[in-house]
């Protein structure tokens, strides 16, 4: 007779979501807003906000354009972030999470700044591709507003990686005569 001898839940890809605060950033965060407020009125309505040209999963407002590195720009205030904030959060993550030395960890930021009023929003995605580690985003600013306005949601990668797995499978259905085998493949 079988029995089920032992039981277990595991989880083996926990998504690590490292949050920081900073104290006596205001002035920083006030000189940074400026900078992507002047990017924003010189390049707002042209081709180059990647929040309105198709570029991004930007609903409107302003984003630095694609091919712009934003924390590579020459502004003391945006230089400063990267190398005080940003690269050091990102080599602490690779540190505590990867268990890697950063030291000995090449890596390259890509980066853009965006900028919304009301109205404007992100629509949901993921960054899937090829060599994405990492994502994080840094708030110079957050509106005293209701959610969802002004807030991030996260949605769990895992599930959708399922559910494309399910949509695989219910294109090649001719294949897999039925779903129950789709767990098969998950597995
Ligand atoms: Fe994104």
Known sequence: ????????????????????????????????EKTIKALSMELGQTHQNAATNGD?????????????????????SVSYLKNHIILPTIEEYLLKVFNVDPLYTPFKVKSWANRLGEGDWQSPHMHPKEYTLISGIYYVEIPETIAPAGHLEFINPALAIIESICFLVKRCSSLVPNLSNASVLIV
């Open 1 to 32: 007779m079988i029995k089920l001898s032992k039981e277990s839940l595991e989880s083996h890809f926990p998504t690590m979501v490292m949050v920081r605060d900073y104290e006596g950033i205001d002035d920083l965060n006030r000189n940074i």
């Open 56 to 76: 991004s999963t930007t609903k409107g407002g302003f984003q630095t354009p694609a091919d712009m590195v934003f924390l590579d720009m020459k502004d003391e």
